[in-house]
Structures are given as structure tokens and as C-alpha cells.
């Protein structure tokens, strides 16, 4: 196969897997919430698990600007079918399809798509700060989530359960993504700092509540 052609089949898969697994995310999120005792449903209504559906995608990519363009296609896929999910299977009114919430997370979903799927991208990459960074990026994303859900207002007792099993991930994808007690120390080191401001990002976007 020709570099031409090789590169369009790349892109023509790249497209595929982007539209079935935003397909897929938004159906399974919409169940898990439906099906899954709590505190596991809370996972399903997860901003941390959305991202690192988008980070997973763009380490498969592999090229950071290619991943940015997926996640964020991915997402913003995944909000509209959860939408339509919601108005076919539980009756919801179709309103909500255009609703602001429906806007507020597309709008999430491309952010989060443009910055997690590229990290995704970089933890399989040769530059070593780049690398680090990225491989304690889900690790940040899971403990800022925990501690929004700890802190909130509204806290009900399945939200410390929950946030205890988003710690106990981060800590678990951290390995799966660093393959070494070492690198895997260090990552879940840096990623404190970065879960800080994540907590940050979420508070003040309103999520924390």
C-alpha cells in the first residue's frame, strides 16, 4: 500500500472508531446511570471518566493534533447521542436536545476532547517532560473530580464512596499507563498539582456543587 492511500485508510479508520466509540459512550453513560447501584452510577455521570474516554482515543491516535480533533468529535458525538438515548428510552422531552445544559457539555466535551485526547497522544511519545505530564493527566483528572464530590454541598454518602473508588483508579490507571513503580510514583506525584488545578477549573465552571 502507497503512502497516499495508506494515510486516507488511516484517516477513514481514525473517523470510524471516533463516530462508534462517541456512539457508544453516550448509550453506555445513559445505562450505567439507569442500571448501575450507587455509587457506581455516579461514574456513568463522570466528567473525570468522559475525559479519559477521550485521553484512551487519543493514544491510539498517536499524533497529538489527529487526537484533538477525535476527542473532542468524540465527545461532543457522545452528549448528543446520550441526549437522544435519554428522549427514546426514558421518555424525555426533546427539548433537551438544545437545551444550555445540552450546550454547557458539548462545550466541555470539546475542551476536554482538544486537551485530553492530544495528552493521551504525548504519554506514548519520546519527549520525556511531555510524556510525564501526560501519563498524570488521568491520575489528576480522577483525584480533582474525588475532591469536588467530597467538598460538595450536596454531598450524599454514596459521593465519598464514589470519590474514594475515583482515588483508588487514579491510583490504578496511573500503573496501567507508567508500567513501573518508579515512573508510576512520579506521575501520581506530579499529578497532585495538576488535580489541584483541575479542582480549581471545576469549581469555578460550576461543578462543584
Same mark, same amino acid.
Do not use: W
Given at each position: 500500500m502507497n503512502e497516499p492511500r495508506r494515510l486516507t485508510h488511516r484517516v477513514w479508520v481514525t473517523c470510524l472508531v471516533t463516530a462508534v466509540s462517541g456512539l457508544t459512550l453516550g448509550v453506555v453513560d445513559l445505562l450505567g446511570q439507569v442500571a448501575l447501584p450507587y455509587p457506581w452510577a455516579n461514574l456513568a455521570?463522570? +466528567?473525570a471518566v468522559w475525559a479519559i474516554a477521550a485521553y484512551g482515543l487519543g493514544a491510539w491516535v498517536r499524533q497529538p493534533l489527529w487526537a484533538a480533533v477525535s476527542g473532542a468529535a468524540m465527545? =461532543?458525538? $457522545?452528549? /448528543? !447521542?446520550?441526549? +437522544?438515548? %435519554?428522549?427514546?428510552? #426514558?421518555?424525555?422531552d426533546a427539548s433537551t436536545l438544545l437545551s444550555p445544559t445540552t450546550w454547557m457539555w458539548a462545550a466541555f466535551g470539546v475542551? &476536554? /476532547? &482538544?486537551?485530553?485526547a492530544p495528552a493521551g497522544a504525548l504519554s506514548r /511519545?519520546?519527549? !520525556? +517532560? $511531555?510524556?510525564? =505530564? $501526560?501519563?498524570?493527566?488521568? %491520575?489528576?483528572?480522577? #483525584?480533582?473530580? %474525588?475532591?469536588?464530590?467530597?467538598?460538595?454541598?450536596?454531598?450524599?454518602a454514596d459521593h465519598l464512596w464514589t470519590a474514594a473508588i475515583m482515588a483508588v483508579i487514579a491510583v490504578a490507571s496511573t500503573a496501567v499507563v507508567c508500567r513501573g513503580a518508579r515512573h508510576t510514583l512520579v506521575a501520581l506525584a506530579v499529578s497532585l498539582p495538576l488535580a489541584a488545578l483541575g479542582?480549581? &477549573?471545576l469549581t469555578l465552571a460550576g461543578l462543584a456543587g
Open positions: 455521570n463522570s +466528567v465527545l =461532543v458525538l $457522545a452528549v /448528543g !447521542t446520550y441526549e +437522544v438515548a %435519554a428522549i427514546v428510552f #426514558l421518555d424525555d475542551i &476536554a /476532547g &482538544a486537551v485530553f /511519545g519520546d519527549r !520525556t +517532560v $511531555a510524556r510525564l =505530564v $501526560a501519563r498524570a493527566l488521568p %491520575a489528576a483528572v480522577l #483525584l480533582a473530580e %474525588a475532591a469536588v464530590m467530597a467538598r460538595s454541598p450536596h454531598q450524599r479542582f480549581l &477549573a
